[in-house]
């Protein structure tokens, strides 16, 4: 029972590279959310999707895309990174009850 | 406002019970409270959640004032492990759970 996968664990990218984190469930849950966590603080929602192709912003989007096409995976995609972009991300299923978190992205852009 | 409102930090001693206050005096009548936890390093974990009635489960209890404007998460037996960043949201079934700053919990041996 793997839950929610998340990948990489860890990435360094430089100023304006791009990327994609991954992020799969197999709870066969409708919703799925990107989270950020800057050091010290709470976590705030970048994207969230209730179903395949529906996606929707968060708190904090800008800078930020994603894609839901299908039920499983969650992608989010940093076009331009920024030092900013620093984070740690956190993706989350839900059934719409209890959420279910993977254990993270650690992101440094240098 | 959809946050609540927690103290940033609380201290607790080992095998001693822990009250996690938390007020959310804005809340709606359909408004679930969830309560998360966020141990170092690692993404939340549920604990519980509940409307209007007081709640247990096998990780802590739930007690939600009569006028739904603040709870109270129990952890009966405070342990080591239970050091954590713990936090109080409201769910408003919109779909998505919006974080607050929580209450960083230590536990002294």
């Known amino acids: 029972n793997a839950g929610v996968t998340q990948t990489p664990k860890f990435r360094i990218l430089k100023i304006g590279q791009s990327m994609t984190l991954q992020c799969t469930q197999d709870?066969?849950?409708?919703?799925m959310y990107w989270y950020r966590q800057d050091p010290g603080m709470g976590l705030k929602l970048i994207y969230y999707?209730?179903?395949?192709?529906?996606?929707d912003k968060g708190e904090v989007p800008n800078g930020y895309n994603v894609s839901r096409s299908t039920t499983e995976d969650f992608p989010l995609r940093l076009e331009l990174a920024a030092p900013s972009q620093t984070s740690v991300y956190f993706c989350?299923?839900?059934?719409?009850?209890?959420?279910?978190f993977g254990s993270g992205t650690r992101l440094t852009v240098v | 406002d959809a946050k609540t409102t927690q103290p940033n930090s609380m201290e607790s001693n080992e095998e001693e019970p822990v009250h996690l206050p938390c007020n959310h005096s804005?809340?709606?009548?359909?408004?679930?409270i969830h309560w998360y936890r966020q141990l170092p390093s690692q993404g939340p974990e549920y604990v519980i959640h509940?409307?209007?009635s007081n709640v247990n489960n096998r990780m802590a209890s739930l007690a939600i004032a009569e006028d739904r404007k603040s709870s109270t998460l129990i952890l009966h037996r405070a342990t080591l492990r239970d050091a954590a960043v713990y936090y109080c949201?409201?769910?408003?079934?919109?779909?998505?759970?919006?974080f607050g700053q929580g209450t960083e919990l230590s536990v002294k041996p």
């Open positions: 989350a299923s839900s059934s719409q009850v209890i959420y279910t």
């Open positions: 709870m066969n849950h409708n919703y």
């Open positions: 999707s209730v179903g395949a192709g529906i996606t």
């Open positions: 804005t809340i709606s009548g359909t408004d679930y």
């Open positions: 509940g409307l209007t």
């Open positions: 949201i409201r769910d408003n079934q919109g779909g998505k759970l919006i």
